[in-house]
DNA sequence: TGGCTTATTATGTCTGCACATAATATACTG
DNA sequence: CAGTATATTATGTGCAGACATAATAAGCCA
């Protein structure tokens, strides 16, 4: 037992068949590197990577213990559309519906912290699986951080796989919603009109300005999907 | 530049400021160590950090590069009801809508990898912030694993809190779905039938054995949120 | 007793070294 | 020239020791 994995997996069972339960402090690191006979170090990298999934608490001085309410963390990943629709082994399809300069309204200028008046890219375009609509993007780009977004030709590629190697970003955020369907959206998801659909809203940052928000509207019946 | 959040903070501003670009391979630990003046074994903290979060693809031998596409991940923390209802400024309330035991349908049998005939708990209850409808808890948990589901009053503490203390797991997943609230879900939510709500189901596991599995529906216009 | 200072303690991290492991490049051999 | 053995290289990990840091406990003084 002298490794940070073994330990880490000891650890977890000990966990898990309640030796330990939730709010119990555990031995320190240098007497549990004792009974496993190996280094201090190990048993650290062992410990902290179990902090970091949020079983156990940590604290200099107070001691290590069995997180009392775990907070599950669900990890959703966000791959590229086109991923998304190959992995689930459709043959993924792209068309611009509109695209256009100019100022955006209130509600985008608040999300995105702009000035009034900034001139933004809008793109709206749908993601096909199997030539079958598969999600609509909404999407505004602040051209004053991405340099060519207006140049761009984005019926051949989508801003979705564009952005992603033209503007980087620092940090986002998303928020998940289930809307019922407006009607220019359903109509190019062909869909009925106010049907439930899965709505992703996501915006992104280089440091503090805005690089572009995008709404990504999904099908009736689509699914996120994450393990625990 | 001695620690690994230093190193770590100066490699991640190369990857923003494109010094590394997305694909670049970057120079090797050693290198690095001599660059920043510091240990190995600190670089490659640093760096097995940026490796965990996406942003660097490492391979023995082949050396570290600059994630081509990085895959999104958007961490959801899913906290127990009260704490979440709690932390919006909320009262929390708590409703028993129903309690039984017995054979469950298909779908959950299915869902839990259950024999026939394998008598589940199923509650039906309401959460409230400020005395109004918050979200509908529908559940089904196997007495089997879990011993005193039976004969825990849940009518005084919900299931979500009481198997957090009760019934630990190993693993679980999690599906987040769009769906046209069904009349009964509408009604304990006050709402109208048909209405788009948000709805988690989650499953959990204790090694092969399936613990519980829970229906979360929101009420329409509610929102998950997570940073990037 | 209350409030301040000082010790103690557990975790956090750095260093320098060693060896393990995986993947690739090179040399060799039939 | 194909196929295999071997060397090389970058990351992965372990160890012992040291010091840093945060949080608590103990001691002290008014």
């Known amino acids: 037992m002298n490794s940070w994995q073994e330990i880490h997996d000891e650890v977890l069972r000990r966990i898990h068949t309640r030796q330990w339960k939730p709010g119990d402090l555990i031995p320190n690191e240098t007497d549990l590197a004792r009974e496993f006979g190996c280094a201090r170090a190990t048993v650290n990298r062992a410990l902290r990577t179990l902090a970091e999934t949020g079983l156990l608490d940590r604290r200099r001085k107070a001691g290590t213990r069995v997180t009392l309410h775990p907070v599950g963390k669900a990890v959703i990943e966000i791959p590229l559309i086109r991923r998304d629709i190959e992995d689930r082994g459709a043959r993924y399809g792209y068309r611009l519906i509109s695209r256009q300069i ?32 598969y999600l609509l993007e909404d999407r505004w780009i602040n051209p004053a951080v991405v340099p060519g977004a207006e140049t761009a030709d984005f019926t051949r590629i989508s801003a979705n796989e564009w ?14 919603a289930a809307e019922p369907l407006p009607p220019q959206t359903a109509a190019a998801l062909q869909v009925a009109a106010g049907e439930a659909g899965l709505v992703l809203t996501r915006t992104t940052w280089d ?14 019946g689509h699914l996120l999907h994450s393990a625990l």
């Open 102 to 133: 100019g100022p955006a309204p209130p509600s985008i200028r608040a999300a995105l912290r702009i000035e009034t008046g900034t001139p933004l890219v809008h793109l709206l375009a749908c993601h096909l699986a199997d030539a079958r609509p």
């Open 163 to 176: 952005l992603l190697t033209h503007a980087p970003y620092t940090h986002g955020d998303l928020t998940i």
């Open 207 to 220: 440091h503090t300005a805005a690089v572009t928000t995008v709404r990504l509207s999904h099908r009736p």
